[in-house]
């Protein structure tokens, strides 16, 4: 079984910064509040990658392909 790969901290406010969104807009992305997301972004909380993987979908940064 593979290990997942959680993004990094600096990886996620880059991709959130990219799409120009504040924390509290990318977190409604996927339904989260803004605190969750600074907390994703502070490191004191993992982001889960298949959550990830929607987001990026959902903002556009990636091809719904991408995870097949």
Avoid at 4 to 13: C, H, L, R, T, V
Avoid at 34 to 44: K, L, S
């Amino acid at each position: 079984m593979s290990e997942k790969k959680y993004p990094k901290p600096a990886e996620i406010k880059k991709a959130r910064l990219k799409v120009s969104k504040t924390q509290g807009a990318a977190a409604a992305v996927i339904g989260r509040g803004w605190r969750v997301w600074q907390m994703y972004e502070a490191g004191q909380r993992k982001f889960d990658p298949i959550l990830w993987q929607v987001w990026l979908i959902r903002v556009g940064l990636e091809k719904p392909e991408s995870i097949l």
